[in-house]
């Protein structure tokens, strides 16, 4: 199936670990991004990159390291964790559309998210 | 800087009740406005777009038409169904900026 997967789906760990997730997208995007969602349902952009290139960096601890292999990957490290880094991690891809004339916009898809449980 | 600010939730109707979810945005220059829908457990769907003032978009029989007087893409369906509770996220992007801001999400319950 085409679509952004990523692994593992639920993650519960002690404060202090260390622990990855992984992305990855099969539709040719160029574009992957990694949002947070916290308790109260708030979606935030963490990182995006752009063929394997930092693009947005938005104020993110610098515990949380992403890292590209290649462009369908986007992997998120985070060192040290805490109990406030309990959220849902969602990755996305995204492709340019064009919507006619000038106009175009930035469809992303995302994927199903991974619970992170910090104890 | 940009921002999206939706109506407070939870939101619970009856099925076939008329469902509007306001969404009002501040923005530099003339960004593309999305609904997106998370069902539980579920990662984020886009459920319809707007790139253009005046330009409606539609889907699953929901629409929202861009408002650039009023700053406004209000989501609206005419009869909803038990199948459509969810969370709904109001978004923009800024061309060029290949990010998306989201509203806060508003959750949606339908009764039988």
């Known amino acids: ?119 | 800087g940009n921002s999206v600010t939706q109506m407070e939730g939870p939101v619970t109707l009856s099925e076939e009740a008329f469902l509007t979810i306001n969404c009002t945005y501040t923005a530099t220059g003339y960004p593309s406005l999305f609904w997106y829908v998370q069902y539980p457990g579920e990662g984020l769907q886009l459920l319809l777009k707007a790139t253009k003032a005046d330009d409606k978009g539609s889907n699953k029989g929901f629409e929202a038409t861009y408002r650039k007087e009023t700053t406004s893409f209000h989501l609206e369906k005419g009869s909803v169904q038990v199948s459509d509770s969810a969370v709904y996220f109001c978004a923009l992007s800024d061309r060029g900026a290949q990010k998306l801001v989201f509203g806060q999400g508003t959750r949606l319950t339908i009764n039988p």
């Open chain 1, 1 to 119: 199936d085409t679509a952004v997967s990523q692994t593992p789906k639920y993650l519960v760990t002690q404060m202090g670990n260390d622990k990855s997730i992984k992305c990855e997208q099969n539709l040719g995007h160029d574009t992957m991004y990694w949002y947070k969602q916290d308790s109260k349902k708030f979606l935030k952009i963490m990182f995006s990159y752009n063929n394997k290139e930092l693009i947005i960096n938005e104020t993110v601890p610098n515990r949380f390291s992403p890292k590209s292999p290649d462009k369908a990957h986007l992997n998120l490290h985070i060192n040290s964790l805490e109990l406030g880094d309990s959220a849902v991690y969602f990755c996305a891809s995204s492709q340019v559309v064009l919507a006619g004339g000038s106009s175009s916009y930035n469809e992303q898809f995302f994927g199903p998210g991974t619970r992170l449980t910090v104890l």
